[in-house]
């Protein structure tokens, strides 16, 4: 593998080949990301780490190159243009990849995640159960959470396959940009990405409620017009899965409520308290043996007591309803930690640095004030 990188380099023309052969590497390896940066070798990203691989320092032409060899016209107007590109890309031996171009000391650089090949089982994923049910449901808001490059993607994407292979209806999806394409099984699914298909999340989402769908997948909630959209179409009758790079369920709520302004929350409060069916924030964390990562998750669930904390603006009571909320199929980010900690899944640092109140890892009571 490494005669492979060093032959390649060797020659002026090869970039757009070296780049292809760093890709293949990147898939033998199991890496989620590739890094192309001037100045360095190329970095992946293997098991949420980044790994140099052992080959010569890309100069700034070398890393240049690679990237225009990558775009269309249109593409290098655009980029020209925002100084920022993102737009996924099809290869026979590679699959697919979502491919962002940015711009360092002047040179544009890449950054490649290597999307999945196949869509894995809920257990294979440790997802919970309770995704299936969400994924069943007729209507309402379903809101998958968490940090960049947290698997939120794969989660959405295993729920769509979930509903194409058990309902008749129509799926359409929002992507920037398209990662894992869809066969239409049992489902009509219409895939559309930002930037190639449709102008933005916003101006789509309001063309794609006259396209007759039963199920909306918004890659991002991002701004407001987005954000409103889906909550009226959640509440007509539509089931609408989207995710929001928020950490936990309760800044997923406050994220929500506070990006309307003052005269508007009391309206999208009464809404997002009618339509929402559930929230899933995930997280990656390396396993203790260190084979991989493993997923803990927390779960909300649309009791009458959480939509009445919604209703009522109060939801910082949220997080008690998630440590309280167990039976009903509920669990707290920190609750799933010290179940992975208690079975040796991940180490104790990997817990306790991850956890909103180290006391449920160290098992410690609450002092009453």
């Known amino acids: 593998m490494m005669k492979a990188i060093e032959t390649l380099q060797q020659g002026v023309a090869t970039q757009n080949n070296y780049l292809g052969t760093l890709i293949r590497i990147a898939r033998a390896k199991q890496a989620s990301d590739l890094h192309v940066i001037a100045g360095l070798p190329p970095a992946l990203r293997v098991n949420g780490e980044i790994v140099m691989l052992e080959a010569d320092v890309l100069r700034a032409e070398e890393v240049a190159a690679m990237t225009l060899g990558l775009l269309n016209e249109v593409q290098r107007e ?29 040179v544009p650089e890449l950054s490649v995640r290597l999307c999945s090949l196949e869509i894995e089982d809920t257990a294979s994923l440790g997802l919970p159960p309770i995704v299936a049910e969400f994924a069943r449901r007729p209507n309402g ?26 309902r008749r209806c129509k799926i359409i999806t929002i992507e920037d940009p398209v990662e894992y394409v869809h066969r239409p099984l049992r489902s009509l699914i219409v895939q559309q990405e930002v930037y190639t298909d449709v102008l933005s999340f916003s101006s789509a989402l309001v063309h794609v409620l006259r396209q007759n769908p039963d199920v909306i997948v918004i890659g991002e909630m991002r701004e ?3 954000i409103s959209t889906a909550l009226t179409a959640a509440e007509t009758g539509h089931l609408v899965m989207a ?16 990006v309307f302004p003052a005269d508007q929350q009391k309206q999208i409060i009464l809404q997002l308290a009618n339509s929402l069916q559930g929230v899933l924030a995930q997280e990656l964390i390396p396993r203790a043996d260190g084979t991989g990562r493993v ?20 939801v910082h009571k949220i997080e008690n309803a998630l440590a309280t909320g167990r039976r ?3 669990i707290s980010m920190d609750a799933c930690l010290a179940d992975l900690y208690q079975r040796a899944v991940i180490t104790y640092d990997a817990a306790i640095s991850r956890a909103r ?5 160290t098992g410690e009571r609450m002092m009453m004030p």
Do not use: W
């Open 357 to 361: 109140d180290p006391r449920q890892i």
């Open 243 to 258: 995710t929001l790079h928020t950490p936990n369920v309760l800044q997923t709520m406050e994220r929500i409520i506070g």
């Open 78 to 106: 655009h980029l020209e243009k925002t100084r920022e590109l993102c737009f996924s890309v099809f290869d026979k031996e590679a699959g697919r990849m979502r491919v962002t171009v940015y711009f360092h000391a002047g």
């Open 141 to 166: 808001l379903v809101l998958i959470t968490g940090p960049t490059g947290m698997g939120k993607t794969t989660t959405l994407n295993h729920m769509i396959d979930l509903i194409n292979r058990e």
């Open 224 to 226: 407001l017009e987005t």
């Open 295 to 314: 997923l803990a998750y927390e779960v909300l669930l649309p009791t009458g007591a959480v939509r009445n904390m919604i209703r009522e603006n109060a």
């Open 328 to 330: 009903e199929g509920m």
